[in-house]
């Protein structure tokens, strides 16, 4: 017996000799051998694979562009949106190098997009399923498209700061009327602290428990019930106290000057022309019209600073009655703006004039029934609440023509089939809906039937119809005191044939809050201009007519309308700058 001679070939390298049988076998894909008679196969790295991808290899190989090599031994292709331009990587990239530029199909390299690149102010539109008809598309009003990196999409559009999505679509965009409501920063799009993202479109209405300090500002949290109260109440009371007021000083000076006639009478003087009411009644008047329209600066488009803004404010105040009495926020819960805005309506117009309306008529029935009639008195309970009449008209017409001029006064909002109208004051009513018209007929229409047409042209005329009948003014023939006692307010210190200015000096508020609120979408620079036109006819009829008999009450409403127009100069001049 002797040994037997293996004659047998070793196994070559990128096989193994499979111990069962002996026989030599090539590697399966991903595996090598690297030295001869391999009784096993070793695996690739991460990121490579075999040179042959029957198998059968002796080395590895990095991975191919365009695949990656997550799994030892295995390359895959890039997933759709990735790319990978290197051998031997392990995983894909999905963003380029260049912002302008995206994966390519095969997953190779970057390139241009079908849609090329898109540009700040455009957004890719990429709601189409087929990637070759995406579009950059102009970027809609009030969305961010300030960045291309990363490229805004149309899932992913967001507002500019200041502005917001509307309810009906979430890519129109809409300005927020107070700016800081609304800032894109802010966690899902949600509305600032204290502000209502349900109640209104752009953030416009205050949540429970809270309420502007003042009209267009942000919502602050409103103070104890206790306080409130007490605020309100002492609104009535400031507001009662003004009113006081201007009725007891017309009063008192109407009485001092038809002493002084009834005297002049007594010496044989029957056509003095220089009786007057006190001068300082009539500054009084001129003041308080122009501080009225000084306080109309805050229903123009003006980002005025804190302490301007605050003047402002106590100039409106002092000027004007109802205003303060309608910063209710705090008192009710409602927190709908379409009721909220309908209940200040209509307080505005008929709930605070008919109120001080019954006050004055019951104080002075029993001023008469226990003073007056007792005393025998020449003025009456009648000529005393005629004379609150005409101061109450007076104080409440600005606020009462701004409340009736927001009524009318729309916003468009969106384009196209996304279009819509909304109320200003209330932007959740749709412009011309039956809720729009219902408030325009118990509010609107006659608001402006009874302020702004009947009650001055009525007033107008009276007194032009007392002129000639020679019974208006001391120097005529037929004077009645009772007269000046019940208009005195509107007619003393013109000279004759002017008695009806006043009505004049009410047109101009008119035209100033018209102007200021429907123009307020086209921004400050046009409110401002338009307004200054108004202010500028005023002047120049002011100056061509001096309707005031003392040349020095001329010069005050001379002196008060060019501190108006440089007001608004200086304010839209601060506006610029700001900007």
């Known amino acids: 017996k002797g040994s037997a001679k293996c004659d047998r070939t070793p196994c070559k390298a990128g096989t193994y000799k499979n111990i069962i049988d002996g026989e030599c076998e090539d590697c399966p894909e991903g595996w090598i051998s690297e030295k001869l008679d391999a009784t096993e196969c070793t695996r690739c790295p991460l990121g490579t694979t075999t040179l042959s991808d029957t198998g059968g290899s002796s080395a590895c190989r990095g991975c191919d562009i365009g695949t990656f090599g997550q799994t030892k031994g295995v390359c895959s292709e890039c997933p759709k949106g990735f790319y990978q331009d290197s051998k031997g990587k392990t995983e894909c990239r999905n963003t380029c190098d260049s912002t302008e530029k995206v994966p390519n199909t095969d997953g190779t390299g970057c390139e241009l997009p079908p849609w090329g690149a898109c540009k700040v102010g455009e957004y890719l539109n990429d709601t189409d399923q087929h990637q070759s008809n995406w579009l950059c598309v102009a970027c809609p009003d009030g969305a961010d498209c300030t960045a291309i990196d990363p490229l805004p999409t149309f899932t992913t559009l967001r507002p500019l700061n200041g502005y917001r999505a509307l309810s009906w679509d979430p890519h129109t965009f809409g300005a927020c009327p107070i700016a800081l409501a609304c800032n894109s920063s802010l966690s899902n799009g949600s509305c600032a602290i204290g502000h209502n993202s349900m109640a209104s479109e752009l953030c ?22 206790s306080v409130t109260v007490l605020l309100m109440c002492g609104a009535v009371l400031l507001a009662v106290a003004l009113f006081g007021f201007l009725v007891w000083d017309t009063l008192d000076g109407a009485n001092d000057m038809i002493a002084e006639v009834e005297a002049n009478r007594v010496d044989g003087d029957h056509t003095s022309t220089r009786i007057n009411m006190p001068f300082h009644s009539i500054v009084i008047r001129i003041v308080s019209s122009y501080l009225q329209i000084a306080g109309m600066l805050l229903q123009f488009d003006l980002q005025l600073p804190p302490s301007v803004r605050a003047l402002i404010v106590v100039e409106a105040s002092t000027s004007s009655l109802s205003e303060s009495l309608l910063s209710i926020d705090c008192a009710t819960s409602v927190r709908s703006d379409a009721g909220l805005f309908l209940m200040k309506q209509l307080a505005s117009v008929w709930g605070i004039p008919l109120c001080a309306m019954v006050v004055c ?25 005629l004379s609150s009449l005409m101061v109450l008209f007076y104080t409440l017409f600005p606020s009462v023509v701004s409340r009736v001029a927001t009524t ?86 013109y000279k004759e044939g002017y008695e009806w200015w006043e009505s004049m000096v009410m047109l101009r508020k008119c035209c100033f809050v018209l102007l200021a609120i429907f123009l307020k979408e086209y921004g400050a620079a046009p409110q401002v201009v338009a307004a200054s036109l108004v202010l500028v006819v005023a002047l120049s009829a002011a100056l061509e007519h001096l309707p005031y008999q003392d040349d020095d009450h001329n010069q005050i409403e001379k002196y008060g309308i060019q501190a108006c127009l440089l007001q608004l100069m200086v304010a839209l001049l601060c506006n610029l700058v700001q900007d």
């Open 408 to 493: 009318f006064s729309c916003q468009n909002y969106g384009r196209g089939v996304h279009a819509r109208s909304l109320l200003t004051e209330a932007l959740s009513v749709e412009c011309y809906s039956v809720e729009h018209w219902s408030i325009v007929g118990w509010v609107g229409v006659p608001g402006i039937v009874l302020y702004i047409v009947v009650a001055p042209t009525l007033i107008a005329l009276m007194l032009v119809r007392q002129r000639k009948r020679q019974e208006l003014y001391p120097s005529q023939h037929h004077y009645e005191s009772k007269w000046t006692l019940r208009f005195g307010f509107m007619f003393a210190g």
């Open 361 to 385: 008529g019951v104080f002075w029935w029993v001023a008469h029934t226990c003073v007056l009639g007792r005393n025998k008195s020449k003025m009456t309970g009648l000529d005393g609440f």
């Open 204 to 225: 416009h209405q205050c949540s429970h428990g809270y309420a502007p300090i003042v009209r267009g500002e942000t919502c602050q949290q409103c103070p104890d019930t």
